[in-house]
């Protein structure tokens, strides 16, 4: 929701000097609310597919365009994650790009709590440490994911 964008934005004031000057940053981008006002414009766009059972491939063509003429999108939260990569149980190597999402129209960075099994775009590797850290790593919410899918 939007309003949890902005909370979010605020609390980066409480994460050290870094923090601080990134929030000032992405609320000054936030005032730029128009691409018309020049580049470094931050927009948080509403729409009823958010809220809809449509998986991302099957978005409406209006906010395909939104997405498409964005520099980057970001994707948060793990029902929105599960809704790029179709609910569906990848092997946990797959490709974001070329196997699970190759219909993305600009770059999308994802942000999600690991909830369900849906899952796409780790290596083995991070897979056994994350099982080593967590058995129920993949369901529990006791790991993350950042993940960037570029077209």
């Given at each position: 929701m939007p309003k949890d964008v902005v909370t979010?934005?605020?609390?980066?004031?409480?994460?050290?000097?870094?923090?601080?000057?990134?929030?000032?940053?992405?609320?000054?981008?936030?005032?730029?609310?128009?691409?018309?006002?020049?580049?470094?414009?931050?927009?948080?766009?509403?729409?009823?597919?958010?809220?809809?059972?449509?998986?991302?491939?099957?978005?409406?063509?209006d906010v395909k365009a939104l997405w498409a003429a964005a520099d980057v999108v970001v994707v948060k939260g793990d029902a929105n994650y599960r809704r790029v990569t179709g609910d569906r149980h990848w092997p946990v190597t797959a490709d974001l790009r070329a196997d699970v999402a190759p219909w993305v129209p600009s770059p999308v960075l994802l942000l999600r709590t690991l909830k369900s099994d849906s899952l796409a775009g780790v290596t083995e590797e991070e897979a056994a440490a994350a099982a080593a850290f967590s058995p129920q790593w993949r369901v529990a919410g006791t790991c993350g994911v950042v993940q960037l899918i570029t077209p």
């Open positions: 979010a934005i605020d609390a980066l004031r409480f994460c050290g000097d870094e923090g601080a000057a990134l929030s000032g940053r992405l609320h000054d981008a936030l005032a730029r609310r128009s691409p018309s006002d020049g580049a470094g414009c931050l927009r948080i766009v509403s729409h009823p597919y958010y809220v809809s059972s449509l998986e991302a491939a099957d978005m409406p063509a």
